[in-house]
């Protein structure tokens, strides 16, 4: 049977797009003029970064070169800083396309966690302190300022 796209439109309330509108907060790493990285409020290990295009893109098959081309510079940066504070070097870059792989959000997305793909904690499962996200998210923005 085809697997015809039964891609999800892109949705303008998504939270993420809430989050570039300055609609809601986010525990901000990094911003420039194509893309914002901040810590995941669910992660599946201490450090989860992710990292979103300013494009309306549900998944990789929407993202246009020049924010594909930005979003792997802004995941340097953060999988740099994130080595430097967590002193490790394993970092795991993972990213979802479309429900049936477990998307959630559909905004297209990078996830950046520093831990291995045999430890890795539940998906989008447990909501952790903001007051240590927010700590978090500013020792990894001041390695990347320095
Ligand atoms: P996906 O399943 O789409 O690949 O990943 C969505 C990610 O967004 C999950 O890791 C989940 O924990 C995270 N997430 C969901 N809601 C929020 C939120 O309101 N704020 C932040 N910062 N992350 C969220």
Redesign the pocket.
């Known amino acids: 049977m085809s697997q015809a796209n039964q891609q999800t439109a892109y949705d303008d309330n998504n ?1 993420f797009a809430k ?1 570039l509108n300055g609609d ?1 907060p ?2 901000k790493v990094y911003e420039d003029d194509k893309t914002l990285a ?7 290990a201490e450090g ?1 970064v ?1 990292v979103i295009p300013k494009q309306k893109a549900v998944d990789l098959s929407d993202l246009e070169p020049e924010y594909a081309a930005a979003i792997l510079m802004t995941s340097k940066k953060i999988m740099q800083a994130q080595r430097q504070v967590f002193e490790r070097d394993g970092i795991v870059q993972m ?2 396309n479309g429900a049936q792989a ?5 905004h297209y ?1 990078v ?1 950046l966690i520093p831990s291995s793909i045999h430890e890795l904690g539940r ?2 499962a447990i909501e952790v302190d903001h007051e240590k996200l927010a700590e978090t998210a500013k020792q990894l923005a001041a390695v990347i300022e320095a």
């Not at 901040?38 to 599946?44: A, L, V």
């Not at 477990?102 to 559909?106: I, L, S």
């Open positions: 939270i989050m809601i986010c525990h901040f810590m995941d409020i669910m992660p599946q989860h992710l990213q979802l477990g998307q959630t959000v559909f997305h996830h998906h989008a």
